[in-house]
């Protein structure tokens, strides 16, 4: 079964290796949905998000049998079946076919043309190959579908349509069909389904039904974060002035201020702040008392207009902090931006209307110029890669420059607090996007919480999705206008930025590289509520987390997958990636997984659990001949006991 | 033992001043090594020392600062840290500590001042106090010390001046004397006289090592000639030279003028299916071919295959020594940046000029013909001959990757040392130009021996777990060619191998090889230290950092006992057609051919070798040109998805001589960040606190197991009137765990949390594992049999074993699959697939 499911893909020359665990030809997860002798959904939902990846797929990802029961994890039995209709496409809860087209041909940038069965449901476009000695699937979600263009099929008769998908994941599949008057074009069905908001139809994520043991909308609680941190303390006080999402309509509900400040004072910074974003705490230092802090840019205007509350608050923040008389500001911006923002009423603070305050650029363009450089890094990646150009062409992409851009200014953020202990504000032009990327990743390389599969979640709840990241703009969930300038790439930048830490600090993350990976995926799935909407107040207006399922329950329901078998906690120390591109990397198993030649030798989250499983073995080992050992009861037996339980932190996974 | 507290010092052997220097720092030099634990060589002089000086770390040392105290001696630059346990007198001398440098290896010294930087060279003087001195190593490690400002000013200048005196800038003469200051004392060459060869690898010096490698090989139709035994016949083939049995030496005489420099085509290795790997110099075109010539050429050609022969022309794609030499010096110059200006390639071109170095092309272009042939190979049954003008370079490389692409037991570090004596030290790969230590031939000098270890490197990276040798070996091995201490690199071939120690007095002992019996003249003749083979990795590195060589635990026992015999039971689909008797094919750029000159003597001979003639004429017709390209296919199928199912169906994924092919694609070829880049100094710039010997906790739960492992047998032995079966318990545990750690060997190159290299957790995995990932009796099958076998002592069956356990793993699949039904009845999955 698993021979014959190989499919392409595998020509790996380990040629003991084959196993099908991609069939990557067309990044399809050919064999490997057959292969799940679970069935479960989450097996299957795993398949097909992270999915459908050359990296990530296995075939494998079979909990186990028989000696190694403890490597039976309960995890991957959580959710409902799959249930298998005609056709055998697997569906979701909740999700039904729309469309089915027979005789569709998959025009396969690798392997040439291969025919098949087309459905299309209202949350995926799945395919699969009639041949029989090649099964082939290829199953996209339509949330990742940026734009549909039809393109002309030479030599393939009469009545012949083509439809390429451009994705926003870095691939472009494309298809040929039959036009039958019979049925409804099959492009009318897929826009509809794909860009649903367009066409005044709900997101898939409200039609999922999926039950979940883990409630992902638990994981983040603004309270106990802030009491994690050590808040309210006598400096900071939590507030609940936007409670009503009056004074911001784009921050969240609970906001860590200075306790010294009036509300009517905090109104009038409010004013003098872009969107109203006035600066509120993002994390504290626990022992410095130094603080991240963050805002929008301060409306300064031509005129360079001035504002007492404003410079007061500023000033507070710098006095909470008993350490230090300065107070940092980095704008995010190019200097020549910010410069240019006065002209539009925007700005920066001058270093002679607040006193004391230092203010530093990034110099980080913007997020057009980040969409720019992923384009181009599509065009390198697929759906071809130039062996002997390579490099320079990813130079050329300027990707890695900006991922050095972010690193090394999150990376200075973190050192202000670490070694100058001085407070640090930070903002863009709406304190959004960058800001968001530069806050999350300077509290990551302080905070070891953040570290950990939990942390993180925490995190980029806090940071990006309660601060009103245009996630709904930045993504355009089920939105058909692809042009709009809106969109951008930070999101993703952002997690490239962590894979490149945990690239340079592998013990340091609780989570592995899959996790990263199907974060990225269900950005644009638009399966779980978790992305959706642009704020706070849009997803509680839209009784977000009532009607959709979280990510976070996905994940949490089987953290072992996500797991980092190497992790071990390195509380308190502080993590400087080193922001060189000499150490920098392309994220390739993400960018590229869609190249068929670029599976790795194994499903790599496979190979971590292994490991977990290993480790736990090899423990349990430990313990048995230690047991042994003792029985023999010799005097020389007793020292080496203690080592191994205090030394080896195991994974409470497995 | 000698202890290094007698300090015998030779005048000559030194530039006066320097001498001079030694002489009025003797008083630092008998305290030092009273107070600061420095362990001496003997007859090695301090000359200078520095305290609090703080020694940076790399990434793979941990990042970080160790303090200690600075020592310049005139072999070495040597660091002791602070709280290094005090040094055994007992032991025996290791050249180089943990923290030091060779003096020969230093490439420049460069101090950092309050904001000046300046190179220092023997004539230069400083005005200011530096505050941090640099180390460029030839190696490209680089190597950085600070001064504090407890240091006193004094030490920090003088120790400046006698490391930019002492060390030896590329000259004439200045190797010699820096063996002199290694080896040269009467107590260091005694010394080394009495060392031993390891016996653990072959050396591949006497006739019976040779036969040792047939016999591991299952080559029985081959036979060891010692026909060149004076080197009559080729000056740089070796003494000894496998040919096939049917071949008698006096027929073997004739061949060798037909050869450039008589370089015959000789046996390299045998694949497990039955295929002979070959390496021969370009023919010699403009002789006359007799009757008979021509008849013993195609015998030494053809081997042992009647029938198909392809030649493999290494000349074209793959680079000359110059370009090579020209990449890697772009290389150097990228990665350590321009070392007196300190600035370096600008950060968004810094893809784009590794690039254009061309390094990672070269390593691609190597493996891709070293895969093409592992592919060819594995078809079975057909000669592949590599050919090059002089056989000394590529086909060094692609025969020895192809080896360790194929054999498993190339990738233990013991047979990975036995592939380079073969192929390279045998072989007569000219090291001694291709390095030029002298700097005195500078046209010669291509680092191909590194273009090689990156090309390991590479496979590694790609498949860690298939290796018993790890990075650090290789790393050590790189290093190691920088200092020119060792044998192994400072001859061109066996004869001025075998020259040189004729020279030192040595007697000439043909089959015990000839180093083991040192004159005891020799001593007396300063001019010239015996040499030690860089095998033997006592002298250089300390035991913990050898056990690092090789993966923590024991690798799995199946690794020794390899191919014995044409164990061909594979019903094999790759199998050629019956070829026509003497096909000959040129393989190039990807495609087979025969051109009418391939073999000269078939073209030129018409007259007299009407047979060649007829059956060259019927092999160019041949059907066996696809046959071929099929063979070639299997490793172009990564390049046709599609191709493979019918490829990779029936192949049993435990067969442990299919090749590793790596993948070659831009994104898939890696910078050995770990070699070239472990001194870029931005990359410290920011140090992280974890420690350095913060072991990992698989690492460290691999200690312990082995710790109680042994822990255990001890008990088991001291209380010997335990009851059997007592004892019977642990035994049995302990196989059990070599199965876990087997399962687990491929854990470990990717533990080590703070390596770059580590992080490779992508490519980590390997057959064994996905067996794991199938199920545990799928994955413990497999691993257990060799396991097994090995105790019975039986290799025959090496390779049957392979072939029934995945026999086995059938049933189990069978087995798993319906489990997993059982315990998820609702599940359709399986049914699908069907």
């Not at chain 2, 008998?30 to 600061?36: K, Q, T, Y």
């Not at chain 2, 680079?319 to 390639?345: F, K, N």
């Not at chain 2, 592939?419 to 007569?428: H, P, R, S, T």
Request: hydrophobic share 35%; net charge neutral.
């Amino acid at each position: 079964m698993e021979k014959q499911a190989g499919g392409a893909g595998a020509g790996d020359g380990a040629g003991a290796n084959r196993k099908p665990w991609g069939s990557p030809t067309c990044g399809a997860a050919a064999g490997d949905t057959l292969d799940s002798p679970t069935g479960s959904h989450v097996e299957w939902c795993k398949q097909l998000i992270a999915a459908t990846i050359s990296s990530q797929i296995s075939g494998s990802v079979q909990p186990d049998i028989g000696s190694r029961d403890i490597k039976t994890l309960p995890g991957l039995r959580y959710g409902a079946q799959v249930k298998m209709f005609q056709n055998q496409v697997p569906l979701l809860p909740g999700e039904t076919i729309q469309t089915t087209v027979k005789d569709v041909m998959y025009i396969c940038p690798f392997s040439g043309l291969v025919t098949g069965t087309l459905t299309v449901t209202d949350y995926k476009l799945y395919f699969i190959s009639v041949e029989k000695d090649s099964p082939f699937i290829l199953d996209v979600n339509l949330g990742v579908i940026s734009r549909i263009e039809s393109i002309s099929v030479p030599n393939q008769g009469e009545n012949n349509k083509g439809l390429e998908l451009v994705c926003k994941d870095m691939r472009s599949p494309r298809f040929a069909y039959k036009m039958e008057e019979s049925q409804p074009d099959v492009v009318e069905v897929l826009t509809k389904h794909a860009f649903p908001l367009s066409h005044s139809l709900p997101l898939f994520a409200f039609l999922y039904k999926e039950q979940f043991p883990v409630d992902g909308w638990k994981v983040y609680d603004p309270a106990a974060e802030y009491r994690r941190q050590g808040l309210p303390n006598e400096s900071w006080t939590i507030s609940k002035i936007n409670s009503t999402y009056e004074l911001c309509d784009t921050y969240p509900s609970v906001l860590v201020i200075p306790t010294n400040i009036t509300d009517e004072d905090i109104k009038r910074v409010a004013v003098f702040r872009a969107k109203h974003r006035i600066p509120v705490l993002s994390w504290i230092h626990p022992e410095s008392q130094a603080t991240i802090v963050r805002c929008s840019q301060p409306l300064v205007g031509p005129s360079d207009r001035r504002c007492k509350e404003d410079e007061r608050f500023l000033q507070i923040i710098m006095d909470a902090n008993a350490q230090s008389h300065k107070l940092t500001i980095f704008d995010a911006r190019q200097s020549s931006v910010a410069i240019t923002n006065k002209g539009k009423d925007g700005g920066y603070e001058s270093e002679s209307f607040y006193p004391n305050v230092e203010l530093n650029f990034l110099e980080i363009p913007n997020i057009h110029v980040m969409r720019e450089s992923l384009r181009k890094m599509k065009d390198v990646v697929y759906p071809t890669i130039d062996e002997a150009h390579w490099h320079s062409f990813i130079d050329q992409t300027h990707w890695l420059e900006y991922i050095r851009l972010l690193l090394a200014g999150a990376a200075k953020v973190a050192d202000k607090l670490e070694s100058g202990k001085t407070s640090v504000v930070v903002h863009c032009s709406d304190g959004w996007d960058r800001t968001a990327q530069l806050t999350s990743l300077a509290m990551l390389m302080l905070d070891s919480y953040y570290r950990t599969l939990r942390g993180f979640q925490v995190l980029v709840e806090k940071e990006w999705i309660s601060f009103g990241h245009k996630f709904a703009a930045r993504v355009g969930h089920g939105d058909e206008n692809h042009a709009n300038s809106e969109r951008s790439p930070l999101f993703v930048q952002f997690i490239d930025c962590v894979w490149q830490m945990t690239r340079q600090f592998p013990a340091a993350f609780e989570f592995n590289e899959l996790f990263l990976i199907t974060v990225l995926d269900h950005l644009y799935s638009c399966l779980f509520g978790t992305f959706l909407y642009s704020s706070e107040q849009e997803r509680a207006n839209q009784e977000v987390p009532a009607k959709t399922v979280s990510l976070w329950s996905y994940i949490n329901s089987q953290p072992e997958d996500f797991t980092n078998p190497f992790y071990v906690d390195y509380e308190n120390h502080v993590l400087y990636p080193m922001v060189s591109p000499r150490h920098l990397e392309l994220w390739t198993s993400y960018y590229a997984r869609w190249n068929p030649r670029m599976r790795p030798q194994v499903p790599v989250h496979q190979t971590l659990k292994d490991l977990l499983i290993l480790r736990a073995e090899l423990q349990r080992r430990v313990e048995e001949l230690q047991r042994e050992a003792s029985s023999h009861s010799l005097s020389s037996s007793s020292d080496h006991s203690p080592t191994h339980t205090a030394g080896t932190p195991l994974h409470t996974a497995v | 033992m000698l202890t290094g507290s007698k300090t015998t010092f030779k005048v000559r052997q030194m530039l006066p001043d320097i001498k001079e220097r030694m002489l009025s720092q003797t008083g630092v030099n008998a305290r030092s090594r009273d107070l600061f634990g420095l362990r001496c060589l003997p007859g090695e002089c301090v000359l200078q020392r520095a305290v609090m000086v703080r020694k940076k770390l790399t990434a793979r040392e941990g990042r970080g600062w160790l303090s200690g105290t600075l020592f310049c001696t005139h072999f070495r630059v040597a660091f002791v840290p602070q709280d290094s346990p005090k040094p055994d007198d007992n032991a025996d001398p290791v050249l180089l500590g943990d923290h030091d440098v060779a003096l020969a290896s230093i490439e420049k010294v460069v101090v950092v001042g309050p904001n000046r930087t300046k190179l220092v060279t023997p004539n230069s003087s400083l005005k200011f106090t530096p505050e941090e001195l640099v180390l460029y190593c030839r190696d490209m490690r680089v190597v950085c010390f600070l001064f504090d400002r407890l240091t006193p000013e004094s030490q920090v200048q003088e120790m400046t001046y006698s490391i930019a005196k002492t060390y030896q800038p590329p000259k004439p003469g200045s190797v010699l004397s820096f063996q002199n200051a290694a080896l040269g004392s009467v107590e260091m060459k005694q010394f080394l006289s009495n060392r031993r060869r390891d016996a653990h690898m072959n050396w591949f010096e006497s006739a019976s090592d040779w036969e040792q490698e047939l016999e591991r090989c299952g080559a029985t139709s081959w036979r060891v000639s010692s026909v060149n035994d004076r080197f009559e016949m080729s000056t740089s083939l070796p003494r000894f030279i496998v040919v096939p049995q049917k071949v008698l030496d006096t027929e073997l005489k004739k061949s060798f003028a037909h050869f450039n420099e008589g370089r015959i085509p000789r046996w390299c290795w045998r694949h497990p299916r039955g295929s002979d790997l070959l390496r021969m110099a370009s023919f010699q075109n403009n002789i006359y071919h007799e009757k008979d010539d021509i008849r013993n050429l195609e015998m030494i050609l053809f081997g042992c295959q009647s029938s198909l022969c392809v030649v493999v022309e290494l000349g074209e794609e793959l680079p000359s020594p110059a370009d090579i030499q020209l990449a890697h010096s772009r290389l150097r110059a990228l990665c350590l940046g321009d070392i007196s200006t300190s600035m370096s390639v600008p950060d968004d071109k810094w893809l784009s000029t590794l690039e254009s170095t061309h390094w990672l092309d070269y390593t691609r272009s190597c493996l891709r013909k070293a895969s093409e042939v592992a592919c060819l190979l594995r078809g079975g049954h057909l000669t592949v001959a590599l050919q090059e003008v002089e056989d000394r370079d590529m086909s060094c490389v692609v025969s020895s990757l192809v080896q360790v692409m194929c054999d498993p037991h190339c990738r233990t570090m013991y047979g990975f040392q036995g592939l380079v004596q073969k192929e390279w030290v045998m072989g007569a790969h000219r090291f001694y130009s291709r390095i030029n230590y002298h700097r005195d031939n500078d046209k010669e000098e291509a680092p191909v021996f590194l273009l090689f270890l990156d090309c390991v490197w590479q496979l590694w990276s790609q498949y860690p777990s298939r290796f018993q040798l790890t990075e650090d070996f290789l790393l050590a091995l790189h290093d190691s060619v920088h200092l020119p201490l060792f044998s192994t690199f400072l001859s061109n071939c066996q004869r001025e191998r075998c020259k040189r120690s004729q020279n030192l007095g040595q007697c000439y002992t043909p089959v015990n090889g000839w180093r083991d019996v040192l004159h005891p003249d020799s001593s007396t003749d300063p001019s010239d230290p015996p040499l030690p083979p860089v095998w033997d990795w006592s002298l250089q590195y300390s035991k913990p950092r050898q056990s690092r060589f090789t993966q923590p635990v024991p690798p799995t026992p199946p690794l020794q006992p390899l191919l014995n015999g044409n164990l061909n039971t594979n019903p094999d689909k790759h199998r050629l057609t019956d070829a026509v008797p003497g096909s000959v094919f040129l393989l190039s750029r990807g495609t087979f051919s025969c051109p009418t000159n391939l073999l000269p003597w078939r073209n030129s001979s018409s007259s007299s070798s009407g047979v060649y003639k007829k059956s060259h004429r019927r092999a160019l017709s041949s059907e066996n040109v696809p046959g071929l390209e099929r063979l070639l296919k299997a490793w172009a199928l990564v390049e046709f998805p599609q191709a493979l199912t019918s490829t990779s169906g029936p192949q049993g994924p435990l067969d442990p001589y299919e090749p590793l092919l790596p993948l070659l694609m831009g994104p898939c070829m890696g910078l050995w960040r770990e070699c070239y880049l472990r001194g870029a100094l931005h990359a410290q710039a920011f140090s992280h606190p974890l420690s350095a010997n913060h072991l990992h906790p698989v690492e460290r739960l691999a200690q312990e197991v082995q710790q109680l492992k042994d822990k255990l047998e001890q008990v088991s032995t001291s209380t010997d009137p335990t009851p059997p079966a007592v004892t019977a318990e642990p035994r049995r545990a302990d196989t059990n765990l070599n199965q876990n750690t087997n399962n687990g060997t491929f854990l470990f190159p990717a533990s080590r949390p703070q390596s770059a290299g580590a992080l490779r957790a992508a490519p980590l995995p390997t057959s064994a594992n996905q067996h794991t990932s199938r199920g545990a009796p799928a994955a413990s099958a497999p691993q257990s049999r060799p396991a097994h076998k090995d105790m019975g002592g039986s290799s025959k069956h090496t390779f049957l074993f392979g072939h029934s356990s995945v026999i086995d793993a059938h049933p189990d699949q069978r087995y798993y699959s319906a489990s997993s039904n059982a315990k998820l009845p609702k599940s359709n999955g399986p049914s699908l697939a069907s």
